[in-house]
């Protein structure tokens, strides 16, 4: 099954007109995106600048921002993730160039998976 299927890899001094064309030309198109594409648009993450999450750490005695979002520590006591949902929910944040181009790629049929820390 595989073997039959090519791979075009782009390479690293492409310039953008062949991003376009390799886009264009695609039938299934794998996405990979850390937080930086949502810090964009406000959303707090933990490497930023703020201390969003640490701040939460803080007032639930957790050792540091990611924690926050540690399963083990949510099983122990969820109240600190959900305290980040309700500063963070409801919100007026707007989608992103980069999420508006992700759900472009699932609109046209062509986003095989998007992998993201989102």
């Known amino acids: 099954f595989f073997a039959s299927r090519t791979t ?3 390479r690293a001094d492409s310039d953008l007109g062949r991003v376009v064309d390799m886009i ?7 996405v990979v995106t850390g937080a930086g594409i949502s810090a964009s648009c406000g959303i707090p993450t933990f490497r930023g600048s703020g201390d969003f999450y640490a701040t939460v750490a803080r007032e639930f005695g957790l050792p540091d921002g990611q924690a926050v979002m540690d399963v083990r520590f949510f ?9 980040v949902a309700r ?3 409801p919100s007026n944040y707007s989608p992103s160039r980069t999420h508006r181009f992700i759900r472009e790629l ?8 998007d992998y993201t820390q989102n």
């Open 8 to 10: 075009e890899r782009l």
């Open 106 to 113: 699932e609109a046209a049929g062509v986003l095989l998976r």
């Open 87 to 89: 500063r963070l929910y």
């Open 75 to 83: 099983r122990h006591d969820p109240r600190p993730f959900f305290q």
């Open 24 to 30: 264009s030309r695609s039938k299934r198109i794998l």
